[in-house]
Nanobody
Framework: QVQVVQSGGGLVQPGGSMRLSCAAS????????IGWFRQAPGKEREGVSC????????YYADSVKGRFTISRDDHKNTVYLQMNSLKPEDTAVYYC????????????????WGQGTQVTVSS
C-alpha cells in the first residue's frame, strides 16, 4: 500500500524547536520530490520547503529561511523538517507530499499526501 505517514507536531513555545517526519511506504521516497506545506485557519495553503534528488535542489519559503531545514534519511525512507526559532505565525496544519520522479521542487504534481499534523506555537 502506497502511503505517506507524518509524525511530530504539537504545541511549542515561541522560540522553540520541533521536528516533523514524513515516512513513505510502498515507494522509494528518495526518487521523489518531497514538499512540506502548511495551512493556517482562514489562509491558503502555502509551500514551506522542498527537497529533490532529481536536480539536487532544495527550496524554502522566505518566511522560514534560516529557521527551517529539510533533510532526508534514505535508510529510513523518511524526510524531516526541522523547525527552529518558531513563531506564532508558524501555527498551521503541516502536510508533506510526494511528487513522482523526475519531479524537482518546481513541480506541482504532488500525488501522495500525508494526513497533516497540527503545529501550534504559543506561550
Amino acid at each position: 500500500q502506497v502511503q505517506v505517514v507524518q509524525s511530530g507536531g504539537g504545541l511549542v513555545q515561541p522560540g522553540g524547536s520541533m521536528r516533523l517526519s514524513c515516512a513513505a511506504s510502498g515507494f522509494i521516497l528518495d526518487y521523489y520530490a518531497i514538499g512540506w506545506f502548511r495551512q493556517a485557519p482562514g489562509k491558503e495553503r502555502e509551500g514551506v520547503s522542498c527537497i529533490s534528488t532529481s536536480d539536487g535542489s532544495t527550496y524554502y519559503a522566505d518566511s522560514v529561511k534560516g529557521r527551517f531545514t529539510i533533510s532526508r534519511d534514505d535508510h529510513k525512507n523518511t524526510v524531516y523538517l526541522q523547525m527552529n526559532s518558531l513563531k506564532p505565525e508558524d501555527t498551521a496544519v503541516y502536510y508533506c507530499a510526494a511528487a513522482p520522479p523526475p519531479s524537482n521542487c518546481r513541480t506541482n504534481m504532488y500525488n501522495y499526501w500525508g494526513q497533516g499534523t497540527q503545529v501550534t506555537v504559543s506561550s
